[in-house]
């Protein structure tokens, strides 16, 4: 068994994920390899060695400084190739599941996108992984021996805090580099300061909470936790705040530690992104609402009450 990692990095730094995608392929067994990319790999690749990514190759060159998904799956087929990896490992980031889908494609190879589990049956993964909204689950096996590419959902697996790991620089050939796109330039994009899926706690935010002039209340209530800010896409919808905040179907799908819900009715493209999470709080002035169905707490009243109650009460705590 021989698992490629795919270390995604911004601005230098490791994403978490990567370090969960170590942890799936401990648990798995065999040989770990790693792969990061960036203008210089050399600080990200030590800290995958020192995290437990086995081999870990470092491919540095300016035009591996920001994600682009043409030209990474170019290093990692041409990377794949010499290693043979029987499974290659992404986080199901939007990066994540962009890079590995066009990977899968130009390897012709079995891809399964926002696996939950990784298992061995014999000398086969299964990768499980829920459609439909969650409504089935299915194991996905691949028959030919591999690279079987997955990507998995953040904050599923722990993060791997160590093991053994050597880096080795990787050149690769000039022609594998070139893009029909250029990248002139990458803005953070216009969120809270803590990423949504990779957050401990998320704190969300819905059509409850009437206008968009509402909504640093509850990014108060945000900040107040150290959690990052979700939405609804009825709000994003009614532009009140980004696109990138969007949890659901057609926005992240989330696991967090703790989700707070604001004003969120919980149609079911709501839950299909947040349902996993670990402990769900709902604040909804309908008791009937359908998000309480699926929370571990529900507090039935109004958001305008009960968010700066909490707080006030958070603030106090955590400065106590
Ligand atoms: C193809 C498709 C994809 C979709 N993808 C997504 C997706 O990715 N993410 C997503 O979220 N939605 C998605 N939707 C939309 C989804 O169906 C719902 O329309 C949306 O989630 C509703 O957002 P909401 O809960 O904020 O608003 P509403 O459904 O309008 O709910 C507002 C809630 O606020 C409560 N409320 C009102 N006033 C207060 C108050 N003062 N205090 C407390 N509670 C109050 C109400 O009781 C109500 O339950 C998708 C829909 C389709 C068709």
Redesign the pocket.
């Known amino acids: 068994m021989k698992t490629l990692i795919v270390a995604l990095q911004k601005n230098g730094t490791l994403v978490s994920a990567t370090f969960e995608l170590i942890e799936a392929a401990k648990q798995l067994g065999g040989e770990i390899v790693s792969v990061v990319m960036a203008g210089d790999a050399s600080t990200p690749a030590n800290e995958l060695a020192s995290r437990g990514g086995g081999k870990v190759l470092a491919v540095s060159h300016a035009q591996l400084q920001y994600f682009n998904d043409e030209i990474y799956a170019n290093v990692l087929a041409d990377i794949i190739g010499k290693e043979s990896p029987n499974l290659v490992l992404a986080p199901a980031s939007f990066y994540g599941k962009a890079l590995g889908a066009r990977l899968a494609a130009k390897l012709n190879a079995p891809m399964a996108s926002d696996v939950k589990q990784l298992a061995l049956d014999g000398d086969k993964v299964v990768a499980t992984r829920p459609q439909y909204g969650g409504s089935v689950v299915s194991n996905i096996v691949a028959n030919n021996g591999g690279p079987f590419v997955v990507t998995v959902r953040p904050k599923v697996y722990p993060e791997s805090k160590d093991g053994a790991g050597e880096v080795a620089a990787y050149s690769v050939d000039e022609s594998l580099l070139q893009s029909k796109m250029s990248i002139k330039e990458v803005k953070a994009e216009s969120g809270g300061a803590v990423n949504l899926t990779e957050a401990d706690i998320i704190v969300s935010a ?3 909470l ?1 206008a968009a002039e509402n909504l640093p209340m509850v990014q108060e209530l945000a900040d107040s936790l150290h959690a990052a800010f979700g939405a ?4 994003v919808d009614a532009g009140w705040t980004a696109y990138a905040n ?6 992240k799908t989330v696991n967090p530690k703790l989700y707070i819900a ?6 079911i ?2 839950l299909v ?1 947040m349902s996993g999470s670990g402990t769900i709080v709902a ?4 008791k009937d ?1 359908p ?1 309480f169905n699926v929370s571990t707490y529900g507090i039935v ?4 009450e009960i968010v700066p109650a909490l707080t006030n009460k958070f603030k106090a705590e955590l400065a106590g």
């Open positions: 819905g059509r409850g009437k609804s896409r009825a709000i969007q949890v659901g179907q057609t926005g604001v004003g969120i009715s919980g149609a493209q709501h992104g604040i909804n002035k309908d609402a998000i009243g109004d958001a305008f």
